[in-house]
């Protein structure tokens, strides 16, 4: 058998750096976090060539546990029968998209299912905790993406389609939408691991809406004109807003001063209110005292066996990921692949490797320490087995080390204590873990000026 290749293709005009954030974001603070270079924006794809021909969903030659294209297209022939043409019609959750690809002249528009009912639910990750991938995929498989090609920054002279997309990206409910497309929606089903996966698209000719009702609070930061941007997403937060809606009200530019406002990709806007909210959370959490013990959460969803560590000591962050072979990010290799990345006290000054989910697991942290007013050294351990068959999106990062911070902790006195209780979770020896951790290596080995202090 041929060996399966890799290949990398550069975006169509890409900067070489700060293709977006250092622009979009007032403060150069939160901006120096999400600092994108020309490497992390080479998009990867992989062929597989002839082996799904030779194992035709039933060998599993890939090494997952079940054939992903057999769930991809299960939900394709639920979805493609209830659009019959040209037009369609159904309640949108509320949702909508916005492309990266040609970036700054990008498609947006709706996510609309072809059925009315309440759909709500279908773009509300916050409550998706504990659905299967075969449910996640089933009812975001229904969403077919309208889309209208704009120019990021003259998107409110983009004509009533994108209007009434900003209107709907807007409201707090399921709104009705009419849909006219140029062509029938093509068959595909979009999978990325940053984002959620919907179904269907196609250009639109027309769009109509229903009466929609806006989100008040959200509302009322779109029409304040003099209101940051970075601003906005920390008080709505504060207020009590689901990140999900913070996040697609940012990408359809509905926050920041008048002048600078712009429409956002939808893969970008979620990694960014991630960061911008999470760094918000840090600079709190550093005022704060330390916890006084070791810390362990757990937490286990859709294959994905989650460890937290937290260590009584100053701020400081890493976030780890260990894929096993057939899974979304090795899907050819014979071994574990094991990514890191971390901060200290001041932060971070380049975009992590590891993609939004180390800013999506950061939220979640930072929610937790602020609650509880401490400061502590956390390391985030994600184990990724085969199971884990497709990409849903980084909602189920931030949803997971949200669900193990809810739990009472286990608490010990030695970091040695609570590395032995992560290692018996964990299929790959700890001696892996530890090799590839910054901050659990500084934990282990490095002899802090303390100690040196209290032996005088």
Known sequence: MKKLKNWTRKPRKMVKENLWILKLIDSPEIAADLNYNADGLLEKAITWKGLCVACKGSKFLCGKTRCPLIV?????????????????????????????IGY????????????????????LPEFWFGKSIDEIVGFRSMLVRGKHRVHVKRFEEAGKIMDRTRELALSSGPVDVELAFKKKPQKQLVLDDDIQPFG????????????????????????????????????????????????????????????????????????AVDSIISKNLMDQVKT???????????????????????????????AMEAWYPGTVWNPTGRNVVLFSDFEGIDGRTTYASIGGCYYAARLAVGELLIKERRQASVVVLREIRPGYIMPVGVWQVRENVRNALRRSPLKYN?????????ASQFRIPLKRWVESSKLLQDALFQKKITEYLRKG
């Open 72 to 100: 991809r297209l299960k939900s394709y022939f639920r979805t493609m029968p209830l659009i019959p043409g040209m037009d369609m019609d159904g309640a949108s959750p509320p949702s909508v998209f916005v492309g990266r």
């Open 104 to 123: 700054p002249y990008v498609y947006a528009g709706p996510l609309v299912p072809p059925v009315h009912q309440d759909t709500s639910f279908f773009d």
């Open 200 to 271: 269907p698209s196609a250009l639109i000719r027309s769009m109509g809406i229903g009466t929609s009702r806006w989100d008040h609070q959200i509302e009322k930061a779109y029409a304040d004109t003099d209101l940051k941007a970075a601003e906005a997403v920390v008080t709505l937060h504060k207020k009590g807003g689901l990140v999900s809606r913070i996040q697609r009200a940012f990408s359809v530019g509905a926050f920041g001063l008048k002048k600078q406002r712009r429409l956002v990709p939808t893969r970008w806007s979620i990694t």
């Open 288 to 318: 704060f005292p330390e916890i006084n013990e070791y810390r362990v959460y757990e937490s286990k969803y859709l294959d994905n066996q989650f460890e937290i560590l937290m260590a009584p000591d100053a701020w400081s962050y890493e």
């Open 414 to 422: 030695t970091l040695e204590e609570a590395l032995a209780r992560i």
